[in-house]
């Protein structure tokens, strides 16, 4: 499959997280978690959003980096492709650049 995004979206391929688990041993499954906060590498970066005069913005991310993104709620944003997932998100859901 090939995506290319526009504007300043970011396909991001998800990391699994390994199951969490408390002191007592007790796993703790993925719905646990209220707000879904996601590990990632990014797979492709659109061209950046448009200014006032007409110029793009630059992306602060760049393919290959893995960061920490907020997951989407819609399933309008994941994209599978056979076995692999993917997720088609905006610059501004992307919380941190893991280094």
Do not use: C
């Not at 997280?17 to 707000?35: N, R």
């Not at 913005?57 to 920490?68: C, E, K, R």
């Amino acid at each position: 499959m090939n995506i290319k995004p526009l504007s300043n979206h970011v396909l991001v391929a998800p990391v699994e997280d390994e199951a969490k688990q408390t002191k007592s041993g007790i796993v703790l499954p993925d719905t646990a978690d209220k707000k879904k906060q996601s590990r990632g590498t990014i797979i492709a970066i659109g061209p950046g959003k448009m200014n006032e005069t007409g110029g793009r913005v630059p992306m602060s991310v760049a393919v290959g980096q893995m960061v920490l993104f907020k997951e989407p709620w819609g399933d309008e944003s994941k994209i599978e492709d056979s076995d692999k997932k993917y997720f088609l998100v905006e610059e501004d859901d992307i919380l941190a650049v893991i280094e």
